[in-house]
């Protein structure tokens, strides 16, 4: 949250059949240079809305891959 608007969250999806789990998919989601028109929503915000230096895709894959292997 910034500002008190979300810019980004945790996505899960799942398949149930029954009481059998088959899958369960958990993702990240990050608003990095979408505009205010282009949000989904006015609780929504993204880096670039919020005026900071968006780094390329690539370098925030590389951040989270380091941060992911921190946790470990």
Known sequence: MVGG???CGVLCTSRVIGD?????LVGIGLNTR???AQLP??????LAVEGC???SHDQL???LLEEIT???
Not at 20 to 24: E, G, P, R
Request: net charge neutral; proline share 4%; glycine share 0%.
């Open 5 to 7: 608007r979300k810019l």
């Open 41 to 46: 929503l006015a609780s929504a915000t993204s």
């Open 61 to 63: 894959l590389e951040w």
């Open 20 to 24: 059998d789990v088959q899958w369960v």
């Open 70 to 72: 921190f946790l470990r």
């Open 53 to 55: 230096e968006v780094p």
């Open 34 to 36: 979408m505009t205010a």
